[in-house]
């Protein structure tokens, strides 16, 4: 079980380095950078890091599958893995404001295109014109009322809050135990071939 804690946290500072850069990256990039490659930059430096979060956990599960000879082993590996990362994303809190003043930022900032709101290229719109004769809703129809995307503030807010991190923790370290577990038994075959 102790090879089970050791390649989990050694997998899982990792995961918290990748979590935690891949989403800082958009305060650290300049503005007129983002708006040269665009918004998937951002979403494929997320995808990096949910890819190399799964690869450690896979990883630490082989490994401590078989150092050990056991799938639990593997899968206490997981669970060290997705804990420790998952504490990136709580070390994320206090850069929640500033990430949002630069998405609107951004939105404000680069030119044309489709985008959230009625102007920037930082979005995810397609910005090509409809074909002649293609009836379009007027600009802001399908915009929702001022206020109505607010997160709830106050005590409700810091609950709803509290709970999505909590979930999201959660859900990542049941994936990180479920990958490292199916590496472990892996691990474990191996083992099993390879001993005398």
């Known amino acids: 079980m102790l090879a089970g804690v050791r390649f989990g946290a ?6 918290f380095a990748s979590t935690l850069a891949a989403n800082l990256a ?7 950078d983002l708006c040269r490659v665009g918004p998937l930059s951002i979403i494929l430096l997320n995808l990096g890091a949910a890819f190399i979060f799964l690869l450690l956990a896979g990883a630490a599960g082989f490994a401590a599958g078989r150092a050990d000879g ?12 997705g ?3 998952g504490c990136a994303v709580v070390a994320l809190i206090p850069f929640g404001p500033a990430m949002m003043h630069r998405l609107v ?10 985008s959230f709101g009625d102007g920037g290229s930082f ?7 409809p074909p002649p004769g293609f009836l379009t809703p007027p600009p ?14 106050g005590p409700a807010g810091l609950v709803f809050q509290t709970i999505g991190i909590l ?21 474990v075959a191996t083992r099993s071939r390879s001993s005398p």
């Open 10 to 15: 050694v997998a899982g500072v990792i995961a």
């Open 26 to 32: 958009i305060l650290v990039l300049r503005p007129a």
């Open 70 to 81: 056991t799938v639990p082993s593997a899968a206490l590996a997981g669970v060290v893995v």
């Open 83 to 85: 804990a420790i990362s």
């Open 105 to 114: 930022e951004l939105t404000t900032l680069c030119p044309d295109g489709g």
């Open 123 to 129: 979005g995810f719109g397609s910005g090509a014109s």
């Open 140 to 153: 802001g129809a399908l915009a929702p009322p001022p206020g109505a995307l607010t997160p709830p503030s």
């Open 167 to 187: 979930f999201g923790v959660g859900f990542g370290t049941a994936l990180a135990t479920g990958v490292s577990a199916l590496a472990g038994l892996i691990g």
